[in-house]
Nanobody, 120 residues
Framework: QVQLVESGGGLVQAGGSLRLSCAAS????????MGWYRQAPGKQRELVAV???????NYADSVKGRFTISRDNAKNTVYLQMNSLKPEDTAVYFC??????????????WGQGTQVTVSS
């Protein structure tokens, strides 16, 4: 069984910063991609940023230059540093990871979500 546990969400004023963390735990053989998605009320879930095990990254255009994704492979943890936050960044942020438990077969796992609210 694999669990993703997120932390770091909260309420911040526009222009402020927050740092999200997500740790994968359980029976882990390997972790491939790790990433962050978000879902605002009435909208579909969208990709925010993703990072491969080797460190290559991909960002949504809306967060480029403001958000930075990083990971600690030894801790199976992914981070999202969010700077210059805007009210439109308000959403529930979900951690996602491709994890193999007992074999080389990777499955998609999701965290429970953490609320980020940016006030104007």
């Amino acid at each position: 069984q694999v669990q993703l546990v997120e932390s770091g969400g909260g309420l911040v004023q526009a222009g402020g910063s927050l740092r999200l963390s997500c740790a994968a735990s359980g029976s882990i053989f390997g972790v491939r991609y790790m990433g962050w998605y978000r879902q605002a009320p009435g909208k579909q879930r969208e990709l925010v940023a993703v990072i491969a095990k080797g460190g290559s990254t991909n960002y949504a255009d809306s967060v480029k230059g403001r958000f930075t994704i990083s990971r600690d492979n030894a801790k199976n943890t992914v981070y999202l540093q969010m700077n210059s936050l805007k009210p439109e960044d308000t959403a529930v942020y979900f951690c996602n990871a491709e994890v193999a438990s007992y074999s080389s077969t990777y499955y998609d796992y999701w965290g429970q979500g953490t609320q980020v609210t940016v006030s104007s």
